[in-house]
């Protein structure tokens, strides 16, 4: 078996840091998190620098740091103090500085704190503004609640918004997609994602019996959701993924999507270093007693092309046949010219200016695409 090829920084410039605490649970959600679970906050934080100083980042030396959930902001302001001064320091002189959170969770004192460690992105979870499907999301907020908080956002000086929605929910018509997309258009959000609802095992939806919507109903909604938002200025990057100007498309996740490296930490988070991608566990007592990995899985050269496949042909840009051909010492071209012959008649893949890329069409279609490369 050939060596894989060496990436051109061996060292990540990413990390993930995984803050799994929330207030409710959301009936979509299937990520490894703890409901009311705040007296462990203190014990989780001592355990999760530790993990982190055993990787032995430093100084000054990541390009982006996204801390994700649960719901980051739900914990106590000392306590968020405690995380955002540990981290700022690892990260490069404007680097990408992201956290998730809702709505509901952005108080005055938590964003004055978000500010004063630097965070320069939010990612907020509205998945609509419906307030039935509010309800059926045990949530809390309304469109006037968000624009308020954009207001006070906007004067605070945090220069990238990025708002998360959800469409294919149960009971959610087009036109209920429709108002979701002008409501949000009305914000003026620097970015936008678009997912449609995935029902995961372990979720509440998963448990009450909840189907996905079709391939055809998902593709003419996200259809409809692309149409109004480039006629809006917003530009797709990535399948799901609107960005208001290049400079607002997010960093941290187009290492995910380049396929990249990076770190991660926390209960349950998945990082990629050295050729192994590994997964920490979902046991907070586990995690407690520093038994971190529950799975590692060292990337073989065949899993290396496809994982290098299914993550950058879901950016509109696609990626480089030189890039391709440095990485895995073969020509794209040669070794799946005969497989994609029929897309690129048809005009669901590019080949040109030495760049393989999916039209809209494509990018509709990724995962048959993928099936006839891999097969």
């Not at 004067?155 to 959610?172: S, W």
């Not at 109903?217 to 530009?235: H, I, P, T, W």
């Not at 080949?351 to 097969?375: C, E, M, N, P, W």
Request: aromatic fraction near 12%; proline fraction near 2%; charge should be positive.
């Amino acid at each position: 078996m050939k060596k894989l090829a060496k990436r051109k920084n061996n060292l990540p410039k990413s990390l993930y840091v995984h803050i799994p605490f929330c207030r409710s649970l959301c009936p979509f959600c299937d990520f490894v998190r703890l409901i009311g679970c705040y007296r462990y906050v203190e014990d989780y934080l001592t355990t999760l620098f530790e993990e982190l100083g055993s990787l032995q980042i430093t100084k000054h030396s990541l390009d982006t740091i996204y801390i994700g959930g649960g719901t980051p902001t739900s914990i106590d302001d000392a306590s968020l103090r405690k995380l955002l001064s540990r981290l700022k320091p690892l990260l490069k002189r404007r680097g990408e500085f992201t956290i998730e959170t809702n709505p509901e969770n952005l108080t005055l004192s938590t964003i004055n704190i978000l500010k004063e460690f630097g965070i320069n992105r939010l990612s907020i979870g509205v998945q609509t503004f419906s307030p039935i499907l509010i309800a059926d999301l045990n949530r809390h907020h309304s469109f006037e609640s968000l624009l308020k908080l954009l207001i006070l956002l906007r004067k605070k000086k945090f220069k990238n918004i990025n708002l998360d929605f959800i469409y294919c929910l149960p009971k959610q018509s087009d036109e209920d997609l429709l108002k979701d997309i002008s409501l949000a258009l009305c914000l003026n959000p620097d970015h936008m994602s678009f997912y449609s609802l995935i029902v995961e095992e372990g979720s509440i939806f998963y448990r009450k019996g909840y189907k996905e919507a079709n391939q055809d109903v998902a593709r003419f909604e996200l259809d409809l959701v692309e149409r109004v938002l480039s006629s809006n200025g917003y530009k797709r990057y990535e399948i799901s993924n609107f960005a208001k100007s290049k400079r607002r498309q997010s960093l941290h996740n187009k290492t995910y999507w380049k396929d990249d490296t990076y770190y991660a930490v926390g209960l349950g988070a998945s990082g990629y270093i050295d050729n192994v991608r590994y997964k920490n566990c979902s046991s907070l007592s586990l995690y407690l007693a520093h038994k971190f990995r529950s799975l590692e899985e060292k990337v073989t050269e065949s899993d290396d092309k496809k994982y290098f496949l299914l993550c950058n042909l879901r950016l509109v840009a696609g990626f480089s046949l030189r890039e391709y051909k440095r990485r895995f010492q073969e020509n794209f071209v040669v070794k799946y010219g005969n497989r994609c012959t029929k897309y690129i008649k048809s005009g669901a893949l590019i080949i040109r200016h030495g760049k393989v890329r999916l039209s809209s069409q494509g990018l509709a279609i990724l995962d048959t695409i993928l099936l006839d490369l891999f097969d």
